[in-house]
């Protein structure tokens, strides 16, 4: 926990496939502050934005006790050519990591604090579903801060945001621990907007 797997400008050397555990990338901008650009779960690959540049753009830190399994680039990459299905998942997930990212993005500027806020919610609860996990009842491993980081939002706003949420109903709140009591209606705070972050 709190350990960072690798830094910004570090040498690519390897993408690391989460075992069990949450890490979390973040950037660190000019006037100091470090921006959250993605939180990561079990059975997903980190490391992916080194590839382009021959070093990681980011920071991985681990949000809790985690481990990783390091699968070693250059040997991944000989691998890859010598089995096609391998590249091909390979490309699914370089794919899914981009379309990730631009709704992501979209999402910053064209939804309101609510919307962000049930939009990467259902996120979450959309990942660890594939992953065997329950969807509607789970912890964030993540404080609020890092949450408004990654939402591009102020902490008082993600509280204001999780507070109405609840006191609809749509959720229940208890420190970390989130129960989505309403499927529907939380996808109905994002309106007819398609992102999910």
Request: glycine letters at 8%; one cysteine or more; proline letters at 2%.
């Amino acid at each position: 926990k709190d350990e960072s797997l690798y830094r910004h400008g570090d040498p690519l050397s390897a993408v690391y496939s989460i075992r069990f555990g949450t890490l979390k990338t973040e950037y660190g901008l000019e006037d100091g502050r470090q921006q959250v650009i993605g939180f990561h779960l079990p059975g997903e690959i980190l490391g992916l934005d080194g590839i382009g540049e021959g070093s990681y753009q980011s920071e991985a830190i681990a949000l809790e006790e985690s481990e990783v399994c390091i699968i070693r680039y250059e040997a991944f990459e000989d691998l890859a050519l010598q089995i096609p299905a391998l590249q091909k998942q390979f490309h699914r997930i370089l794919s899914r990591e981009l379309t990730q990212d631009q709704r992501h993005l979209l999402s910053l500027g064209s939804l309101r604090a609510e919307e962000r806020l049930a939009s990467f919610l259902l996120n979450l609860s959309q990942r660890l579903a594939a992953r065997g996990y329950l969807n509607n009842e789970f912890d964030l491993r993540m404080s609020r801060v890092e949450i408004g980081s990654y939402l591009g939002l102020k902490l008082e706003t993600v509280s204001r945001a999780f507070s109405k949420l609840q006191d609809e109903n749509i959720i229940t709140v208890d420190n970390k621990h989130i129960r989505i009591n309403d499927i529907a209606r939380l996808r109905m705070k994002m309106g007819n907007s398609s992102c999910v972050t």
